[in-house]
């Protein structure tokens, strides 16, 4: 048979451990901290404003950019937090989450061969939509420091062809953020180099050690970056795919153009649930930021306790502990642990091929699940000690 | 609120030393706060919140909420009334209220014509009582901001980024 596949897509690294996940589907009543969401439903009174907008008949396309009352509250969202003043004109696109909005930034700026710094562990979708658009990922690894991109280390990637960096705090897996200080030191380094700082900023309310500092908000910033952020983690409505992008017109001004011939708009149902999102929903922000932040301290001391040496994660809902104890690699780790515990993480490797030794635990579960899962997993390391 | 009474209220089974590891502070200090909060009556009961409606019993109960209407006593105001009749065993709630009538009370009993009997018998004819509307209770939907209804199931995929 014709192979109709392009070559393009036909390279593009299909994720490693696919199969892996297809065990866990597979499974019943297994335990799983490998959930990428929060386990919360979207709060009563914005799914409530969902039903209300189809009740009222609001079935039709928006404008592309987005209803012009949602970049409204979001420019009033922005500039309440963080004192940020993006207009709602021509500086704010709502996307299909903020996968959409990588894709759409990344395809606006790359010219064929413009390099894309990613520091690793990085989320899985950065590089391959890097390359999809043209560009060459590169890798910046940041494991001797702790999971944390330093300037010194950004600065030794850069070259005549570095075009941009993604940076995404609070970081999907480690968990990692940044203070203001190490922001503002990494800001310099992508100034006086002229990149685009890409900031998926998604788990920003989810930061717990300190406040979270926008990366537009830091002066002079504001023209080398494109802030991204949506609603799936603060208001758990990741069903809802609706999120945004902020930057500079013509960046911007290219995306849109990308968005409306592929997307048109984000389905109007889900913007006017956003809208109410921000409207009303700040109430239930606190009451699960403290609820995730308490499963943090139980799990994290947890993990540390039965020997998984794991870093205090700062912001998300994710730990990232080593499993050299067990002396197994991740994806063994993970397919071992399921079988045997049936507990299923999520193995280090998807996250870049050089993280064998560590797998993502998502604490975006209940208390009672994370304490049965880490009596398992003490069962499982006592019997499989190095 | 505290932390620790948010757990609580949500979970009153999690111990000391797991509301420890949470709240990154010494058992012996939670331990502490608790028994203060007890103590001054800031935490009255620990209960599990049980649905009636699937438990078979043949002792199943009848509720009523009643709307009292009351004349104030001088100096007393309607404290005192009050307590006369949140005394009863009978009585599960008892709240002063604005509006229309000026005492809600919530009734419990073993079946329709013991709670009427206690409406006719011991509550209406109490001095400064003036009036009583009865509403038998028919179906539960929430309690306690706890909702009635199966428990439900994780609708997330087992495993994503």
Redesign the interface.
């Known amino acids: 048979m014709k192979n109709f596949v392009s070559h393009k897509v036909e390279i593009m690294q299909p994720s490693g451990i696919r199969a892996f ?1 297809d065990l ?2 597979g499974m019943k009543d ?1 335990i ?1 901290l ?4 929060p ?1 919360f ?1 979207t709060p009563w009174e914005i799914r409530e404003a969902g039903i209300t907008s189809l009740e009222q008949g609001f079935t039709s396309y928006t404008s592309n950019k987005g209803l012009v009352k949602l970049r409204l509250e979001i420019n009033h969202y922005l500039k309440n937090n963080y004192g940020l003043d993006y207009s709602p004109e021509d500086e704010i696109l709502v996307t299909v989450g903020v996968s959409e909005a990588v894709d759409l930034v990344l395809r606006a700026i790359i010219d064929p061969g413009d390099k894309v710094l990613i520091p690793s562990p990085s ?3 950065y590089a391959p939509m890097t390359e999809l658009a043209g560009g060459a990922a590169v890798k910046i690894d940041t494991l001797k420091d702790d999971f944390k991109l330093t300037p010194a280390n950004l600065e030794r990637h850069i070259d005549n062809k570095t075009k941009a960096l993604i940076l995404n705090y609070p970081c ?1 897996p480690t968990g990692v953020s940044y203070t203001r200080r190490e922001l503002e030191a990494l800001k310099k380094v992508i100034v006086k180099h002229k990149i685009l700082a890409i900031c998926d900023e998604i788990y920003c309310d989810l930061t717990y050690d300190f406040a979270h500092t926008p990366f537009p908000s830091l002066k002079g910033a504001g023209d080398y970056v494109l802030y991204l952020n949506g609603f799936s983690k603060s208001y758990a409505m990741t069903g809802w795919r609706v999120a945004y992008a902020c930057g500079p017109k013509d960046i911007i001004s290219a995306m849109t153009k990308i968005h409306q011939y592929t997307i048109m708009c984000v389905s109007i149902t889900s913007q006017m649930a956003a809208c109410e999102a921000l409207h009303t929903g700040r109430n239930s922000v606190d009451r699960m930021k ?1 609820e995730y932040r ?2 943090r ?2 799990i994290v ?2 993990l540390n306790r039965i020997g998984l040496k794991c870093h205090m994660p700062q912001g998300a809902f994710y730990a990232f502990p080593s499993i050299k104890k067990s002396g197994l690699n991740c994806l063994d780790f993970a397919r071992k642990l399921l079988n045997e515990e049936k507990v ?1 993480v ?1 193995p280090g490797t ?1 996250f870049g091929p050089e993280l064998t030794d560590y797998v993502r635990i998502s604490y975006a579960s209940s ?1 009672d699940n994370l ?1 049965e899962a880490l009596l398992r997993m003490e069962n499982f390391l006592e019997r499989n000690k190095k | 609120m505290d ?1 620790i009474l ?2 609580l209220e949500k ?1 009153a089974r ?1 111990s000391v030393e ?1 509301m420890a ?4 502070r010494k058992p012996a200090e939670i331990r502490k706060k608790i028994a203060q909060y007890e103590k001054d009556g800031i935490i009255i009961a620990y209960k599990a919140v049980i649905n009636r409606e699937l438990v078979k019993d043949k002792n199943a109960e009848v509720r009523a909420i009643i709307e009292v209407n009351l004349v104030p006593q001088k100096d007393l105001g309607f404290d005192k009334i009050a307590e006369r009749i949140y005394a009863f065993p009978e009585v599960s709630g008892c709240f002063l209220v604005s509006g229309t009538y000026d005492l809600l009370v919530f009734v419990r009993g073993r079946d329709l014509n013991s709670v009427a009997r206690f409406v006719a018998e011991k509550l209406s004819p109490m001095e400064h009582v003036r009036g009583v509307v009865s509403h038998f209770l028919l179906k539960k939907y929430k309690e306690d901001g706890v909702m009635l209804k199966q428990k ?1 199931e ?8």
């Open positions: 996940f866990v589907l297994v799983s490998g959930v990428g969401e386990d439903v989320y899985v979708s999907n403290r308490r499963r301290e139980f001391g947890g299923a999520v998807a208390f304490k | 932390e948010e757990i979970d999690v797991e590891r949470m709240l990154k439900e994780d609708k997330r995929i087992a495993i994503s980024y």
